[in-house]
């Protein structure tokens, strides 16, 4: 995920007449040369005569980071939202890469990541459209001025727009240094504005990797063997060709594909070939195997993250020691949109139709499989719907370009729900055991953490791990909010076997926050102190997180009386570069039903760009979150996964909504994350409002294996 910093800025003008820019190349990389008469998009913002565009570098699944990014732009460039078009970018490491983060969206990196580029392109542009009036009048540019997609010349009345200008603004030099407008200017940032891929999304006019549709293409479904490292022995293939509509049974080591006419068809296709499989080394994998593989993981020593001297002593000298184990379980990402892909391999290149969060690992994917190179493999990149983690592995792509590799035509290949969740790539399990010495007025002496689990890095991206550290598993572990005098925090990796784990919204935060912030609830309990109050005395010299579980105390009516059967729980969180706090209202019937009430999220992500996205994603956050927390788990028996849809992996229904209020402070920091923040603040406070209704403190996840049962 590194990609070289030392670019070179480049402008490009099309051979129509028009204005593209920054390209940037990596040192020493010659611009194209040749090319169709319209080069492709290799920037950040096209300009011609019919339209502005936003060449987008981020994927959009439903966040809303279209819309961002080209706020971002439009005020730099001093045009309104409406008159940007957005289109996704090629793959295109060398352009559209940020520091450290290869083309990809994920991790709440995309507005971190867009900050300046995107602003400064906007503002390249300006200034070089100024320049280019300025001269085309004969006056000082500094007598000219920007808005909404026109330059005007005040004193004389004259004016030009953009798409009249670009041609001639292409013949002046980048700047490579351009001043950026304060935010006291903005007429954009920092304000609600309308989502850009809305109307489209109402209409039906916008295309999802499911609504693919290129002349010729047949529709193929597919069928893996169930245990992950199994084999396909034998199927019926006459069977399954005897179906109407069949036109080819496809046959991988691992699984099998029939491709139709029409999606019915391929079903009907694939369950009449009746496959036979050898399951291989994984058949008799467990929940219960993988758990105790944990266990003793968890008694070993590990990697460390933070090493303070003396911890062990100060612990066993406290006058409390508190001793917990924290268990997670696997987690799929299920979204609504299931995996699919549509690819057309021909022996002089590919295209590929698909909604990719990593379009270039996807296009590299494609030549791996087909023995193409890579400038051959074209990527449309399409809009999703979800992804969570879920389309930053390639492992679909590579199954569909080795199938579609063996026909002529087009094909789209759907997994159906229980394809999709049965072989997802899972948020691994983990165990978590802690230890924290508080001495006679309560605070906190010593503290230890150690996680067993699966390590994501390793596998996606090696070049990232600490010797045996994986950072992400120990992420808001090792650096908490709290100023805590020794802790140690350790990681053992534990991979499990028969089980493919990959990122998962939230990665380790969601992980992490859950297990500090329910101990940190534990102390406070054990120092008989109310929840809020001991975490004030650990943020002295951290006032954004102070400022937060503030607002969000005050915001919720924390300390207030509640009905009968309720209690409320808090979280306080410094993950993705934004700081949340959290208060959960539970209702806890006698019936041992589990209800929320009430969310109170306060949160300091920095500069603000729309706040309607941050509270959007904020409360669709919670929503994902709460579902975990209260319903979610992959289980394994005889190597397969036990859940395959809806009725057996909950999610939370409308009916079950809890309230939710999102406040925002006005900060101008650099900003920060804010996808992911949401599922990361969900589960501490809602167990934590749980012991606050009943006080019986839930370690396990979901709260349904725990005692408790949910509605």
């Known amino acids: 995920m590194h990609h070289p910093r030392r670019d070179v800025l480049k402008l490009s003008l099309l051979a129509a007449g028009g204005l593209l820019l920054p390209i940037r190349l990596r040192a020493g990389e010659a611009p194209h040369s040749s090319g169709p008469p319209i080069l492709p998009p290799r920037a950040f913002i096209r300009i011609t ?258 090493n303070d001297a003396d911890v062990q002593t100060r612990i066993a000298a406290a006058h409390t020691q508190l ?3 924290y268990h997670l379980p696997f987690l799929s990402h299920a979204p609504m949109e299931p995996i699919n892909t549509t690819i057309h391999v021909r022996p002089d290149g590919a295209d590929l139709w698909v909604g990719t969060q990593v379009p270039v690992r996807a296009r590299d994917a494609v030549a791996r499989i087909t023995g193409l190179e890579p400038a051959r493999v074209v990527v449309h990149n399409q809009l999703m719907g979800g992804a969570f983690g879920r389309r930053l592995d390639v492992d679909s792509i590579e ?22 969740i049965t072989q997802d790539m899972f948020r691994p399990a983990y165990r978590d055991t802690l230890s924290a010495g508080l001495d006679a007025q309560g605070r906190i002496a010593g503290w230890t953490h150690k996680t067993a689990g699966s390590s994501i890095t390793a596998r996606y991206d090696p070049g990232d791990m600490k010797g045996e550290l994986d950072p992400d598993a120990v992420e808001c572990a090792a650096n908490t909010p709290y100023d805590i005098p020794a802790a140690q925090v350790s990681y053992v990796r534990c991979e499990p076997q028969g089980v493919a784990t990959a990122w998962w919204r939230g990665v380790g935060p969601t992980h992490n926050v859950f297990v500090v912030e329910s101990f940190m609830d534990e102390c406070a309990a054990a120092a008989g102190e109310d929840a809020v109050a001991y975490r004030r005395k650990l943020l002295g010299k951290n006032p954004r997180a102070l400022a937060v579980l503030d607002l969000a105390a005050a915001k919720s009516g924390w300390g207030t009386k509640l009905p009968a059967h309720r209690g409320r729980g808090v979280s306080l969180q410094f993950a993705f570069s934004s700081y949340v706090a959290h208060v959960c209202e539970v209702e806890v019937t006698p019936e041992a039903k589990i209800r929320v009430h009430r969310c ?57 909504a809890p309230v939710i209020e999102v406040h925002q402070t006005d900060s101008h920091a650099d900003p920060g994350g804010v996808g992911e923040t949401g599922t990361a603040a969900a589960a501490a406070a809602l167990g934590n409002a749980i012991f606050a209704a009943t006080g019986k403190r839930l370690r396990q996840l979901p709260f349904g294996r725990t005692g408790l049962q949910t509605a």
């Open 399 to 420: 199954q569909a370009a080795a199938i579609a590799r063996q026909v002529p035509y087009p094909v789209k290949l759907v997994w159906s729900r229980e394809e999709d």
């Open 49 to 306: 005569p019919e339209a502005i565009t936003l060449i987008m570098p981020d994927t959009e699944f439903g966040q809303g980071i279209w819309t961002s990014a080209a706020t971002l732009i439009a005020e730099e460039l001093d045009v309104r939202l409406d008159q940007i078009r957005v289109e996704p970018a090629p793959a295109d490491a060398a352009l559209y890469a940020t520091d450290g983060i290869e083309q990809a969206t994920g991790g709440s990196t995309s507005t971190i990541g867009d900050w300046m580029r995107l602003r400064e392109a906007g503002a390249r542009a300006r200034v070089m459209l100024t320049q280019a009036a300025a001269q085309l009048w004969q006056v000082d540019p500094a007598t000219c001025r920007a808005q909404d997609a026109v330059i005007h010349h005040d004193a004389s009345g004259r004016s030009a727009g953009y798409a009249e200008l670009a041609a001639r603004a292409a013949a002046f030099p980048v700047p490579a240094q351009v001043t950026l407008k304060p935010p006291a200017q903005w007429r954009l940032a920092g304000r609600p504005q309308k989502r850009l891929d809305t109307p489209a999304k109402i209409t039906g006019a916008a295309t999802y990797g499911m609504d693919v549709a290129v002349p010729g293409m047949r529709i193929g479904t597919v069928a893996a063997c169930p245990v992950r490292g199994g084999r396909l022995v034998a199927l019926d293939e006459a069977a399954a060709r005897a179906i109407p509509g069949v036109r080819a049974v496809i046959r991988l080591p691992d699984a099998f594909a029939v491709i139709a006419d029409h999606y019915w068809a391929a079903k009907k296709g694939l369950l009449a070939a009746r496959p036979r499989w050898d399951e291989g080394p994984n058949a008799l994998v467990s929940t219960a195997g993988i758990q105790a593989a944990l266990e003793h993981a968890s008694s070993q020593p590990g990697a460390a993250a933070r």
């Open 323 to 325: 001793h917990a184990t």
């Open 600 to 656: 109170t999220v306060a949160i300091d992500c920095g500069q603000r760009i729309n706040p309607d996205t941050i509270a959007a994603q904020v409360e669709g956050g919670l929503i994902f979150g709460l579902s975990m927390a209260l319903y979610s788990d992959i289980t394994f028996a005889r190597g397969r996964v036990q859940q395959n849809n809806f009725n057996t992996y909950k999610v939370l229904r409308l009916n079950e």
